[in-house]
Structures are given as structure tokens and as C-alpha cells.
């Protein structure tokens, strides 16, 4: 049984049990969930100050951040959420269930202008409170040689990761953007901790990979007499996402899109991606908030070996207002 597989396994036995062992929880006092969005009410926002966002693909820019836009909603059952639209089927105090659709956003690392770009911050930020090799199916993309591809004087397997990088000069095709479809299950634990766990496949038929995603999330509001340290609110998220053999081959990989010739070629496995997030904001006014931002994440040894990939690590940070209208 593969990596992902056993991983897929237990996101479905956490699914059920947070189905099935919510109930009891939902007897809790309803009054003590944090309200994160109104109900029935767009919402929007924009930051204005300075950023970076790492870009850890090879010959691609870090994008410099100046304008982060926040645009939301939350209905009865239907919601949007910078990027994400989702209908939840199932509503309890304690917990939600949802079908839920988006751009992948690996996509995003080899574009400068690219939805997920733009909409940086997620609702904790914007709200108030097959074991052969991989498959190949990538029928919709040329498959041919690209015209001006140099190849490197030795074959990737024999040299270092560091040459890799220096001598592999591949006009490497740039990944085609695809639609993601699954399920989000939120669960409410308190006013302070939540997960969220989502599942999800590509529906595009672009590279019919699949994706596993679980966040935890703690946020805590300061308090105390000091004016600058009162009412900063505070939101820490640890997240692990799951990629199949399938994402990660497209996204990372060295295959018959660009070259033939096997000897050039890269082979990525399933992986597990780690996220660290945090933030800070401080309200000034019932409208404009001071906000901080930084975001790390650690790549699997799959994805950070391949000849595409300059970094195991990419950072990400912002700092400016934040206006609500």
C-alpha cells in the first residue's frame, strides 16, 4: 500500500470520526463559537503595504507584495472565500461539511499573474474573529521536445543536487491551471482551536491527482492596560498536505512533456508538504487594522531534490492596513 493511500485512509477515518463524534460536542454552549464571517453579506477588503512571496521554482521571481485583496461571503449554505466557493450540506454548532471547489494552487509557483496570487490571506486573516511510476496523463499537453532545450552534459542522477540546479537549462513546459473538487470538513473545537480537513481531486483531467489537507488553528486575543500590546489579535496554524505520486509528478517532475530522453528525466513520489502560518492585527478603527503576516513551508525531499525546485523551503510575509468596506 502506498505512502498516500495509507495517508488518504486515515483523512477518511478522521473525517468519520469528527462526523460521528461531533454530536456530543455539539451540546456545548453554541454562544461560544467565534463568529468568523457575516451571514449573507459580501465582504471585501484591501491591504496596502509591503511584502514577498518566495517563489521556489527555477527560474521563476519572488513576487513582491504591495496589495493584498480580501473577498468573501457567507450564505445560508453557499460561501466564497478568497478563492475557494463552497456549499455546505451539513450545519451544526460544532462542526460543518462541505463540497467545496478550487484553482490547484501549485499552479500559482510558475505564473506572476495568477488568482492565488493575489488573494494571499485566507478567512483567519481577512475575518474578524500506484506503486509502478507515475501515470501518465497529461493528454491534453505536447508531449514533443521543447525547440531550445540544452540539455546538461551529465545525467541528473549522477551529479548533485546543487549542479542540478546550476546545469539543468530546460525550457521546461509551464504547468496548465486545473480545478480542484472535494470535501472540507471545519470543526469548531472552541472559540480558540479549530481544524480544518479537506480532500481533494482534480476534476480538470489535467493530471487527475488528488491532494489531502488538515490545519489546525489557534487564535487568542491579547489583553491588558498597555495601549500598543491590547486587542492584537493572534492566529497560529499548523497544516500537513498530502500530494498523490500524480500532483506532484506534474507540478515537479521531468517527464515526457519535455524531454524524451529517460536519462533526463526527474521521478517524484507522493509527498507531504508542512505549513507554518502566523499572524497578528490589531484593530485601530472599526474599519482599518494593522496586520502581520508569515507564512513557511517545508517541502518533501521528493519535491525539493527535482531539478525544477531552487529552495526546500519557501517564505512568505506581509505587513501593512488592512481597511474592510
Known sequence: MTLFRRFFILCCAIFLTLFVGSPRAATLESSKQPQLASVSQWNFGLALGFGKQQNIILGQSDLNIYLVPTVSYYGQKWFFDNGTLGYSFIEKPKYALSVVTEINPFSAQYYDYHPLNVFLFDS??????????????????????????????????????????????????????????????NWFISNRYSIISKIFTDVSNVHNGKRADINFSYRYQLRGDNTFLANWQFNFQFGLSMLSRQTTQY???????????????????????????????????????????????????????????????????????????
Do not use: C
Open 124 to 185: 483567519s486573516v481577512s475575518n474578524d474573529f500506484s506503486d509502478a511510476e507515475a501515470s501518465q496523463d497529461y493528454s491534453d499537453i505536447v508531449n514533443d521536445v521543447d525547440a531550445g532545450v540544452a540539455l546538461p552534459s551529465q545525467p541528473l542522477d549522477s551529479r548533485d543536487d546543487e549542479q542540478q540546479k546550476i546545469e539543468t537549462n530546460l525550457e521546461l513546459t509551464k504547468p496548465q491551471w486545473s480545478i480542484d473538487l472535494g470535501l472540507q470538513h
Open 251 to 325: 507540478f515537479y517532475g521531468i517527464d515526457e512533456r519535455h524531454i524524451h530522453l529517460q536519462s533526463y528525466q526527474y521521478r517524484t513520489d507522493s509527498a507531504i508538504n508542512k505549513t507554518v502560518r502566523m499572524s497578528l492585527r490589531k484593530p485601530i478603527t472599526n474599519k482599518l487594522n494593522m496586520i502581520l503576516y508569515w507564512k513557511k513551508e517545508f517541502l518533501d525531499d521528493t519535491i525539493a531534490h527535482s531539478p525544477r525546485v531552487t529552495s526546500a523551503e519557501s517564505n512568505t510575509y506581509f505587513m501593512g492596513l488592512l481597511y474592510a468596506f
